[in-house]
């Protein structure tokens, strides 16, 4: 749902002014999902709620959820049974929407960043997969294959992008922001994150001289070259 979220607020950052009357709408779809999100983040000291009912029930029926009868059981992850990744994807979606909104509701907008720095430093402060946490809760529906450090990553970005501070670029820099990887889902973050940092550095950082600059626009090319080689195969030489 976090990762859906970050990616219809990232939609609506790009082709807003494209979506004509579709465009409320589409904020509509996002704060029905971070009224949520902001729940989850604020029901109880030390607690980030992050998913409901039992998947392996849930999977064996599928049926509108008027006619649901399973066990609805609420899980949670705390500094004692950690999850990096879904905290750090919670806030990537915060603070995509904070930006959603930053124009046209400045007040929720600041409001949905302010958590989103609250959860991420959550994420950041107490690392570990939900996978390991939650057990069969996560798994073997959504397990955390990729682990932890892309949602670390990608949440660190978005509000990079949503902040301007330089600290977050920082910790990115310790996060494998050298791994090149070949695809981009709602498991593993890096090559989402890698495009992301490219347009933050041009937009934010641009004329920065370090050692860090050029290496994301390299892998956005890097990526979409690989992506556009493996849906239209090159000719042959011959």
Known sequence: MAYTT???SWNTLEYGKRMGA???HARAAIRWATDYFLKCANAAPNKLFVGVGDPNADHKCWERPEDMDTVRSV???SPSNPGSDVAGEMAAALAAASLVFRSVDPVYSKKLLGNAVKVFRFAVQYRGSY???LGSAACPFYCSYSGYKDELYWGAAWLLRA???IS???LINTLGANDVPDLFSWDNKYAGAHVLMSRVMTLFFFGRKDKYTPNYRKWYVDILCHTFERL???PSKN
Do not use: A
Request: charge should be negative; charged fraction near 10%.
């Open 163 to 165: 902040t301007n501070d």
């Open 22 to 24: 579709q465009l409320q």
């Open 168 to 170: 977050y670029l920082n």
């Open 232 to 234: 239209v195969p090159l």
């Open 75 to 77: 899980y949670y992850v």
């Open 6 to 8: 970050t990616m219809l």
């Open 131 to 133: 996978s390991d946490s």
